[in-house]
């Protein structure tokens, strides 16, 4: 870890009390009906990404992995949803007022959702956060488990370029045209997944070499605590939620 990251307070806290802010903004964007709220969490969650030194990634994650889904998602519900004033016709397409109404919420809490857990991910560490929950009680395998899932997709993208860059040196053409790249995918797809295959099987040999199974408690080499940022925290939240549930039944 860099000595930013040691002084960042952010960064340090602890990875369950970044769990629950995420999943504070999920419930939230659920609790008041508004959009505006809900388009609201994407300043904030990028004001803590920035205070993060995460700022540039976060606006990338979102832009390609959000923005294209959001705009489909928008487009579909303002032509096709149902409502009696009609905004704009050609046709069978109309636009609808309720049909924006509902693809402004709609879309709204995906950002709000999505956008807290790329956020989530940004500024927790994969060990840390699984090192968090078997903490909280998690089985050694289940925990496994979920370290594993969550790093398939790196390791995976990992391994396409070192495949990709191999079998540039050996003449096959990976870019250009869609038809070139279609004639590299199986070049590449067959090796990543036999190095998958055998990078299991190495993780397996590791892990019992280790006394992965054996029935005792385990001990680590590594500790995480929490800290008095995390109490103040997940005290705010709460308080927070409250007002938001008292809000949302007094209004």
């Not at 879309?107 to 956060?129: E, H, M, N, Q, Y």
């Not at 990543?192 to 055998?198: M, P, R």
């Not at 997940?234 to 039944?249: N, Y």
Request: proline share 4%; aromatic share 10%.
């Amino acid at each position: 870890m860099s000595q930013a990251a040691k002084t960042n307070y952010i960064l340090n806290l602890y990875p369950t009390t970044k769990l629950l802010f995420t999943l504070f903004i999920a419930l939230s964007v659920f609790i008041v009906p508004t959009y505006w709220y809900a388009y609201a969490m994407l300043p904030v969650c990028l004001i803590i990404a920035i205070a993060a030194g995460q700022g540039k990634e976060f606006i990338t994650l979102v832009r390609n992995g959000l923005l294209i889904l959001l705009v489909f998602i928008f487009l579909m519900q303002a032509f096709f949803y149902p409502g009696a004033q009609i905004l704009w016709q050609a046709g069978i397409l109309k636009i609808t007022q309720e049909g924006i109404l509902y693809g402004l919420n709609m879309t709204s809490r995906i950002l709000a959702i999505g956008s807290a857990f790329i956020l989530f991910f940004r500024i927790t560490s994969v060990k840390d956060f699984v090192y968090s929950l078997e903490k909280l009680g998690l089985p050694p395998k289940g925990a496994y488990v979920v370290l594993a899932t969550l790093q398939i997709i790196p390791e995976m993208k990992k391994q396409t370029s070192v495949i990709m860059d191999a079998q540039k040196t050996r003449g096959v053409e990976t870019e250009g045209t869609m038809m070139v790249r279609a004639k590299a995918f199986l070049p590449t797809i067959s090796p990543l997944i036999l190095s998958s295959l055998a990078s299991t099987e190495e993780r397996a040999i590791t892990l019992e070499s280790r006394a992965f199974s054996a029935p005792v408690k385990k001990t680590h080499l590594y500790e995480i605590y929490k800290t008095k940022h995390d109490t103040v925290v997940r005290i705010g939240m709460l308080v927070a939620l409250l007002i938001l549930i008292a809000g949302r039944i007094l209004l």
